[in-house]
């Protein structure tokens, strides 16, 4: 431990940054530029990046039954049974329709779907065409930035120790290695969220312009890969307030502004798209559809260990709604996704015991403590580093340091909310992520002063 003492702080902060590229290389160069599976959604982000480069819009390509992941299909169907009939059924009527869940029309641009990222696919796309290495490499470099956003709000808010800690943790951390490999959004969620919280930091350092502009710009860019967020921001704002309104009242006006002006061209652009007022994605709707039919996703709860009880599934009300609707042709999807959300609560208002317990279930899923313990024995590991260690250290640190509320807090505030908001919404564990820097920040406030304790106690007095 004496060398790491005395290295000099960037000779620190280049080491975390080459552990974390080293870990993600790991993962990164064997799979090469095949497929990672099972691909979800990043055969969707694919083909919107597609769409950008060969269509010149954001949407669904005009022929979106091409290219490496509809190929891996093509050749490797699921087994019989293995997809519920509903789905199966859903799929051929959408396809037949040309249109991605009965909603996004082929060949057309649409809103369902954040810009950011699929901006990202495009540019890959553009430059590197089917070649998935050099998309993967772009995320890890993001995904070991983030490590060193993560030691800064460590430092900044607790002491040095903290800040190296919690980043050593995300350097190796094995979820966030892992969506390096799958070519989704996490890892720039991730990313953008530690921006934010970085410029937050700063701005309660040094309130000013400066800081409030960069604040806003990156809560803006949060917001456009994940539009979800947009809850997240005035708890950011008032925890600014009660620390001091005086000082924060215009830094936070000149960030509200920034994001407004960041997050303009995507609104200005649905504007003239729909010819209405559109900020959040469109697939709001379809969520709650998807998310409350337990015939329809009877398979993934299954795979997460969920057993709806036959009790419950007899006494659904408003049965319906479990068929999708019949859309017209006239209908865009602004309106089809008025329809869908309307619908679903009803659905959720006339079941809701159906949706109590599924909530219940996402929370599980998304803590960690249902589906991972329900694998195989690497998923079980990582799942119990996750749940069984991050997360009681974190609880502990944060119920411990509650004279330190005005730093602990708005850490808390962040993972309350993405496990609030997604165990209404959706279920698994990857939806937690963005949130599992600030856990780690807490953890690490207990780790670090263990291993403080231990090194002064047996080594010496001269750790940091």
Known sequence: ?????????????????????????????PKGNNIAV??????????????????????????????????????????????????????????????????????????????????????CYKLFGDRFLFWRLLLAVMSSATCLLVFSIGRRLFSEGVGYTAALICAFYPYFVFYTVFLMSETFIIFFLALSVYYFVRLREKPGWRYGILFGAALGLLFLTRSIVLGLIPFLIVMLLIESPRRFILPSIIALVFFSLTISPWVIRNYRLHGEFVLLSTRGGYNIWLRNNPYYYEDELKLL??????????????????????????????????????????????????????????????????????????????????????????????????????????????????????????DGLRYRLPADPYLIILASILISSTVNFVYSKYFGNDSQ
């Not at 004496?2 to 990164?28: C, D, E």
Request: glycine share 8%; proline share 7%.
């Open 305 to 426: 260990g969920v057993d709806v009880p036959q009790s419950i599934l007899d006494n659904i009300e408003n049965r319906e709604f479990l068929d999708y609707p019949e859309f017209t042709p006239e209908q865009d999807e602004i309106e089809r996704n008025r329809i869908l959300t309307t619908e679903g609560v009803k659905f959720i208002k006339a079941n809701p015991y159906l949706f109590t317990y599924l909530c219940w279930m996402r929370f599980k899923t998304i803590i960690g403590v249902q589906g991972t313990l329900s694998r195989g024995l690497i998923y079980k590991v990582v799942g119990l580093l996750s749940f069984g260690i991050i997360l009681p250290l974190g609880l502990i640190a944060f119920i411990l340091y509650y004279k330190r509320w005005r730093d602990t807090v708005p850490l808390m505030l962040i993972f309350i909310y993405f496990v609030g908001v997604y165990s209404l919404t959706h």
């Open 1 to 29: 431990m004496k060398f790491w003492v005395s290295w000099s702080g960037k000779t620190k902060l280049w080491t975390v940054f080459l552990i974390a590229m080293s870990v993600r290389l790991a993962f990164i160069l």
């Open 38 to 123: 099972p691909y979800r959604d990043q055969n969707t982000y694919y083909e919107l990046g597609r769409a950008l480069v060969d269509d010149g819009f954001l949407g669904v390509p005009s022929n979106p039954e091409v290219g490496p992941y509809f190929e891996y299909r093509q050749n490797n169907p699921p087994p019989m049974g293995k997809i519920p009939e509903i789905r199966l059924k859903m799929i051929e009527r959408w396809d037949a329709e040309k249109r991605l869940y009965g909603i996004i029309e082929w060949g057309a641009p649409s809103s369902f779907f954040e810009p950011l990222y699929p901006l990202f696919s495009a540019g």
